[in-house]
Nanobody, 121 residues
Framework: QVQLVESGGGLVQAGGSLRLSCAVS????????MGWYRQAPGKQRELVAI???????NYADSVKGRFTISRDNAKNTAYLQMDSLKPEDTAVYYC???????????????WGQGTQVTVSS
């Protein structure tokens, strides 16, 4: 059973910082990409940042220069450092991992339960 557990969300004032963590556990053979997505009320889920196994990254234009994604492959954990937060960053943030479980022949997407980030003005 593969699980993704997020932590680090909360309430912060505009201009502040938060650091999200996503720990992947279970019988995992290989993790390809890890990413963070977010969904604000009434909006579709959108990609925030993604990091590949080799370390290359992509960011949504709205967070470039403010957010940094990283991963610790030894711990199967991804992080999202969020600086200079704005009220429009308020959303539920979801962790995603594209991984290959032991006993499987294909990579599949797995999701965390989500963590609320609220930025007050």
């Amino acid at each position: 059973q593969v699980q993704l557990v997020e932590s680090g969300g909360g309430l912060v004032q505009a201009g502040g910082s938060l650091r999200l963590s996503c720990a992947v556990s279970g019988s995992i053979r290989n993790i390809n990409t890890m990413g963070w997505y977010r969904q604000a009320p009434g909006k579709q889920r959108e990609l925030v940042a993604i990091i590949r196994s080799g370390g290359s990254t992509n960011y949504a234009d709205s967070v470039k220069g403010r957010f940094t994604i990283s991963r610790d492959n030894a711990k199967n954990t991804a992080y999202l450092q969020m600086d200079s937060l704005k009220p429009e960053d308020t959303a539920v943030y979801y962790c995603n991992a594209r991984l290959l479980p032991w006993g499987s022949s294909a990579f599949n997407d797995y999701w965390g339960q989500g963590t609320q980030v609220t930025v007050s003005s």
